[in-house]
């Protein structure tokens, strides 16, 4: 399992994946205890219609009816290398006139995997069907301490057109959580900003191993509605193998390039651009730089333009995620017709802190470690240069620590199907990826 993900990647190799997830045991024991409802609501839905009129000459009273549905058992357990077992056990109120009534077990026992259709969605599948249909025996009837199970055999019968086993195969997906069209919302673009989404694609098929249902995905970035071409990664990601024991419902990882890849986006879409106006004017920095004041006749408001010079990166070490911003600052006078006198480099090297709230991970400069001030004129001399850092880098501090977190403060949606969220998240900062181990919980229904 040391290259999980990267087993995934398919031929074409510009396809790699950045980031993934790994569906635990633990996670598959909650889907089945929050769909054992569902399972009970639909499967009452589909038994306890009301019966199409009978156009043959047989007597009413000889109809069953199925007066009551629960569902005791329902189960979903890993097959490694194969996918899901889905087991269920339903017990069936059935009423015949004039007023015998018996109990009738419907066992489901059903094989499901998760493919990858044409149009590169995952799609829950079933494979292999066993369903049974056996009749519950009272003590009265058998003279014994307990009810037991006796096969229910009578083909032609009301109760097994009424049951339908064959339909019930065809639609067992439905009686999971999980249909096709959440596992679809999987794809779905999520807005950063206005004018930027992410989007996470599904590189292949889910493997299946004793650690769980293992994901593979690529993120894809649109800015203004076009996908944006992003930094080559310089290594094929792979997930690190987890612990087999690991009582999370679902374990995320990221890799250092998606992060870039985050930020390269941002730079893209103008996002991390400051312009403000300083505290100085052309009047007040002509105190301390005399050349200004043959420059400007009249007192103008400074202004300070910084855009992005090259793209940014992170790196990830132990505990510890910096952003490296590489920035051109103009710095000029005029609020409305900007005239730069000075053009300054500046190079920032800010932490990271990383949190998730519900399905978002929340993205913020902890602190700035470091900035660098190059002057980009060779005729300024080393004591404007000292001027400049004392007047400018206050300012640049900051506003590129207010920009970045205005920017992420919505936060960036992570990987997630529709309906669940994220509980008793646990983030771990490594070399190279961050781990985020979450439980699923199920969104209340609202309205």
């Known amino acids: 399992l040391s290259v999980l993900l990267s087993l995934l990647v398919p031929a074409h190799s510009a396809r790699s994946p950045d980031c993934g997830g790994i569906l635990t045991p633990s996670g598959l024991r909650y889907l089945a205890e929050v769909s054992k409802p569902h399972a009970e609501s639909v499967l009452r839905r589909d038994f306890m219609a009301p019966p199409a009129p009978d156009p043959s000459p047989t007597s009413p009273s000889s109809r069953n009816q199925i007066t009551s549905v629960k569902v005791d058992k329902f189960s979903l357990t890993l097959i490694p290398d194969t996918g899901m077992r889905l087991s269920i056990e339903v017990d069936l109120g059935v009423t015949s006139a004039p007023s015998a009534t018996k109990e009738v077990r419907l066992s489901i026992l059903a094989d499901l995997h998760v493919e990858m259709n044409p149009e590169g969605n995952?799609?829950?599948?079933?494979?292999?069907?066993?369903?049974?249909?056996?009749?519950?025996?009272?003590?009265?009837?058998?003279d014994r301490s307990a009810p037991h199970l006796s096969s229910f055999k009578s083909s032609g019968s009301d109760i097994d057109k009424q049951i339908n086993i064959e339909k019930i195969c065809l639609e067992v997906s439905r009686l999971l959580l999980l249909p096709n069209e959440r596992l679809m919302s999987l794809a779905a673009p999520f807005p950063i900003t206005p004018s930027c989404q992410v989007q996470y694609l599904p590189l292949a098929a889910p493997m299946y191993s004793?650690?769980?249902i293992i994901i593979s995905l690529q993120t894809t970035f649109q800015v203004a509605g076009t996908v944006i071409p992003l930094p080559v990664s310089p290594v094929p990601f792979s997930m690190p193998e987890p612990a087999s024991s690991s009582p999370s419902h679902l374990i995320l990882a990221f890799s250092e390039h998606f992060y870039t890849s985050l930020f390269s986006a941002l730079e893209e879409s103008g996002a991390l651009n400051v312009s403000l106006l300083s505290s100085l004017t052309t009047a007040t920095l002509a105190e301390r730089i005399t050349q200004m004041?043959?420059?400007?006749?009249?007192?103008?408001?400074?202004?300070?333009?910084?855009?992005?010079?090259?793209?940014?990166?992170?790196?990830?070490?132990?505990?510890?995620?910096?952003?490296?911003?590489?920035?051109?600052?103009?710095i000029g006078a005029g609020s409305s017709l900007f005239q730069s006198f000075l053009s300054v480099n500046v190079d920032v090297t800010a932490r990271l802190h990383l949190s998730v709230a519900d399905t978002r991970m929340i993205i913020s400069v902890a602190a700035i470690e470091d900035i660098e001030l190059s002057l980009a004129a060779s005729d300024v001399g080393p004591i404007l240069a000292a001027l400049?850092?004392?007047?400018?880098?206050?300012?640049?501090?900051?506003?590129?620590?207010?920009?970045?977190?205005?920017?992420?403060?919505?936060?960036?949606?992570?990987?997630?199907?529709?309906?669940?969220?994220?509980?008793?998240?646990?983030?771990?900062?490594?070399?190279?990826?961050v781990l985020i181990p979450c439980n699923l919980q199920l969104e209340a229904r609202t309205g």
């Open 388 to 433: 400049l850092e004392e007047l400018f880098l206050p300012t640049i501090r900051e506003e590129v620590t207010a920009q970045i977190n205005g920017v992420l403060r919505q936060g960036v949606f992570l990987p997630h199907i529709a309906g669940f969220t994220y509980t008793n998240v646990n983030i771990t900062i490594h070399k190279d990826y």
């Open 210 to 212: 004793e650690q769980g």
């Open 122 to 142: 995952l799609e829950l599948v079933t494979s292999d069907c066993k369903p049974t249909l056996e009749e519950v025996q009272s003590t009265e009837e058998t």
């Open 293 to 330: 004041g043959s420059l400007f006749q009249e007192d103008l408001p400074v202004v300070l333009r910084a855009v992005t010079r090259s793209a940014p990166h992170v790196v990830l070490e132990e505990d510890k995620a910096i952003v490296q911003l590489f920035l051109t600052a103009q």
